[in-house]
């Protein structure tokens, strides 16, 4: 079975065409645009216009690197929710015109479950612990009585926005997260910064004050500070992971998320997972960040455990969460 998944969330709109070789994922093609605002963050409306405007050629360009003809696409997949309306009913509608013209089944993916699913299908893990770290969302997620469930999430602001908003800060383009990485492997010194964990959550916002206020105080270099949110950040991730590992009796961790690109995450808590005598698995990282591929493998697994939708119930839901998800194929 082949199918071809859109995701249009957030940033990025992203078209993925995977093929089910006996139950394994293998991704036929997988491309994408990421609109990058002029200032500032993510203006909705038009991150949805930057939508409209690549999808027919991404489209286009997917099937060409799948090499298929489209008349193979069996099909048709679209991230439903959780992200920003205007940018999802692009993504749906473009899903909806596929189906209809192609004459092929369509069906509404949830981005995070889809996160999970393709680190599933394509690293070889099983039932692993996800630390879902991107911009909006920060989740530990797991399996557990016929529901991904999240275990521990922020409080406030994803851990992908907050190192954006510093980034903005200290005059860097978005995304910051790839440019604070550079700088942080230049610093050296580490400064206190607020460190948040209640139980299982963390909160960020308080991090990020203080950071700002280190960069106006002036006695600290960029490359120290960018060391340090780095450093206390990512060691409230491994802490909150760690703890849902534990709860669950669960012995492999994966990550997923645009932030899991970051070196430094991925050493601290492969470090943790093995002390925990855990596995560590990361997909490759244009299966990391969002992107249609992991929409489309979700797709295929949801349709082959029998769910199907009319067109009329391929809404999309802003507000989906990870748990609304009744997780018929495992
Ligand atoms: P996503 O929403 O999953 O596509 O991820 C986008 C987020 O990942 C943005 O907030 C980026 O700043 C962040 N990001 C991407 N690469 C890195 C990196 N190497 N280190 C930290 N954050 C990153
Ligand atoms: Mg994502």
Redesign the pocket.
Known sequence: MICLGIEGT???IGVGIVEDVDEKCKVLANVIKMYQPKEGGIHPREAANHHANFIANLVIDAIKKANIDKKEIDLIAFSKGPGLGPCLRTAATAARALSLTLDKPIVGVNHCVAHIEIGRGTTGCEDPVLLYV????TQTIAFAEGKYRVFGETLDI?I??M??KF?RIIGLE?????K??KLAEKGDKYIDLPYSIKGMDVAFSGLLTAAEKTVRDKKHRIEDICYSIQETAFAALAEITERAMAHTEKNEVLLG???T???R?REMVKTMAKERKARFYVPRNDL???NGAMIAWNGILMYKSGIKMNIKETTIDQRYRTDMVDVKWR
């Open positions: 957030a940033h990025t991107s911009g909006a969302n994803g992908g926005n190192l954006d980034g978005f995304p910051c997260g790839p604070i990485e998320g645009g932030v690109c970051n070196k995450l990391c960040v969002d």
